[in-house]
Structure formats: C-alpha cells, structure tokens
C-alpha cells in the first residue's frame, strides 16, 4: 500500500471518529420518563392507602397492570444500544397507570362514602326490626327452621355491626344484607302466619261477650285466658278483677286437634275438678272439661275427612295448674301460673266455674298498634 493511500485511510477513520464523537457528543440521549412512572407510582400508593384494591378492584387491576407494563417495557429498552432506546410507550404506560389509579381512588372513596351513609341507618333499622321481633314474637312457636334464620340474621347483624365499627366496609354490607334477607323474610312469615290465625277473631269474640254476659248475669267468677297476650283474667259480674301472666303448650298457636300436639285448646270450658296437695305434681290444679262437645265432633271431623292419622287420639287432661313462672311456653297443652297466683285463683273458682280459652282478646289491627 503506497503512503498516499494510507495517508487517505488514515484521514477518513480519523473524520468517521471526528464525526461520530460529534454526533454521540450533541445528539440528545434518550431519556426515560421518570418523572411520570413517580406520578404513576404515588397514585398507586394513594389508592391503595384508600383500599382501591377492595372497593374499586377493577380500575386498581387496571393501574397496576399498567404501571407493571412500564417497567417490563423500560427494562427491556434498558437493555438496548442507549441510542437506540425508546421509552414513548414507557410514558404511555406510566399515564395509563396514573390515570386508572386515581379513577381507582376517586370510585374507592365515593364507594366508602356511600357506605358510610348507607350503612349506618340499615343497621339501626334493621335493629328496631329485630326489637319488633322480640317484642312481638318471643314466644311465638316459630317452625325450626325460622328459629334458626333468625339466631343467623342476630348473629350477622352483629357482625355487620363490628365490621362497621372496624370501616371494613364491605364486610359489613355483605353480613348485613344476609341479616336483612333473613330477618326480613322471617318477619313476612311471621306476619302472614299471625293474620291467618286471627281469622278465628269473630268467633273467639263471641266467646268472650258471652261468657263475660254470663258473669254479669248470676254474679259469679268466670276465666278468660288470651293466648297471645299470655293473660289470665278473672271476671266477676261482668267486670274484669284480676289478670295474671300464664304459659302455655309449646305450640300454642291454633286448636288442639290431637293429644300430643302440644297445643293449647281454644274454646268455652269449665271447671270439672279442682286438685290439691297429692292430688297434682303441679301445687294445685284445675281440671277441664277438654275435650267438650265441639272438639270432640271436630276430631271425629278430621279423622273421616283424613286430615288425621287414624291412630291420632283427642287427648285429655287439659288443666290450669301452677308451677309456672318459667317464662317460656312449656307444657303439653295445659295453662301454667305461678304459684302465688294459682292460690289467688284457685280460691276465686269452684267445680262449674266457665273457662274461656281464645287466642286474643283484640282483633289483629289492635295487636299490631301495639
């Protein structure tokens, strides 16, 4: 190779170097878009600090994936010539995430405000409900399984309750609408099962205005027992004298249709027997004329029709009796009082005394004011 040409080699190498480290020198690096993935990261970090992940999964989902893919694109662009780096789609990125974080924070604390709002007097509503319950119905003889939705409904009202007190949200709007669906639909029941029986109201009124007519004429003693009020009253010449609180069958709601049914009989009796001392485990008794005429063509009623087993029995033995005070409805079917109280009526009555035995003494409209 002559000189010359290796002179000319030498001076274009030279100006390739010249002008390369030109352009390396004033051509601008590119530059990630730092400040954006930091706007991107902080609006993360507000919406989590205002628990978007839980009350706007969705948009959070969003931002995170979109933040995630800033950095998967970054690192690959990292890994490029630096000349040859990108990071447009790096900031796109970085302002989808930013943008779907603070959507996130924003629909977060419209939903937690909200349920703020919402919550709290569900809650005290759905507590006067349970209160009307309990007042309304605490001896009412629920079927098991309405006992046991509402213990549930209790029991998640209370958990609703606890997680509104902790701002778990959420949680409590889940246990409280669960409360409310059992509650509710245990309150329709009961409800519906209470008007139906009151259909007997017109017939069980007669019952009352005769029997207190019967007292106002011969001047003696007469019993009225209201069943859903569980009272005792006492009547003497047609005026009411003395009312005490009683216990009945467990399943006190409707007639008596068979022995064992555990059900309080309705209707006009009297007094056949009075028992003391050895002569009842029950401190003194007063034995009735159950069945009378009416149950006994009713039962005989029910078994031609085959609305009862042919087996089923009437039952007997149907009483008014002490060792009550127990607070619930316990016996087989018989009227419970305290003791104190079954000496104060004991004396009131004689053998032939009338017993009228009703589900209430006030029509439906009357019971529910109360």
């Not at 970054?74 to 796109?92: A, G, L, M, P, S």
Request: a positive charge.
């Amino acid at each position: 190779m002559g000189k010359k040409l290796r002179n000319t080699i030498i001076i274009s190498i030279s100006s390739l170097i010249v002008l390369t480290a030109g352009f390396l020198i004033f051509y601008p690096v590119p530059a990630p878009p730092v400040i954006k993935l930091q706007t991107a990261r902080d609006s993360l970090s507000v919406a989590e600090k205002n628990h978007a992940d839980k009350y706007s999964p969705y948009l959070f989902r969003q931002a995170k994936a979109g933040y995630d893919s800033a950095m998967a694109v970054w690192k690959r662009e990292n890994e490029r010539f630096i000349y040859f780096r990108n990071f447009n789609q790096v900031e796109e990125y970085a302002r989808i995430a930013a943008g779907m974080a603070d959507a996130a924070t924003d629909s977060s604390l419209r939903l937690t405000e909200y349920l703020k709002e919402n919550l709290a007097p569900r809650i005290d509503s759905l507590n006067s409900l349970l209160k009307k319950i309990n007042d309304r119905y605490a001896n009412y003889p629920y079927p098991p399984e309405i006992h046991e939705r509402i213990s549930r409904g209790k029991m998640l009202l209370k958990d609703a309750e606890t997680a509104f007190n902790g701002n778990l949200l959420l949680q409590a709007e889940s246990s409280l609408s669960e409360s409310e669906n059992l509650l509710l639909s245990s309150w329709d029941f009961a409800d519906l099962n209470l008007r139906e029986y009151f259909t007997a109201y017109p017939t069980w009124k007669k019952w009352i205005d005769r029997t207190v007519a019967a007292s106002r004429t011969n001047g003696e003693f007469s019993i009225i027992i209201d069943k859903f009020s569980r009272k005792l009253l006492v009547y003497n010449k047609g005026k009411k004298i003395n009312e005490f609180p009683a216990e009945l069958g467990k399943n006190w709601v409707g007639n008596k249709r068979v022995k064992g049914d555990k059900a309080t009989p309705e209707g006009m009796y009297k007094i056949i027997r009075k028992l003391d001392g050895g002569n009842t485990k029950y401190h003194r008794a007063l034995l009735l004329n159950y069945p009378n005429d009416e149950d006994a063509a009713r039962f005989r009623r029910d078994l031609s029709n085959g609305n009862l087993p042919p087996s089923s029995k009437i039952g007997g033995m149907i009483e008014i009796h002490g060792n009550g005070g127990k607070g619930v409805d316990w016996t087989e079917g018989c009227v419970a009082l305290r003791d104190s109280d079954m000496n104060i009526v004991y004396r009131y009555v004689k053998v032939g005394t009338p017993v009228t035995i009703v589900g209430s003494m006030q029509d439906i409209d009357k019971v529910l004011e109360e």
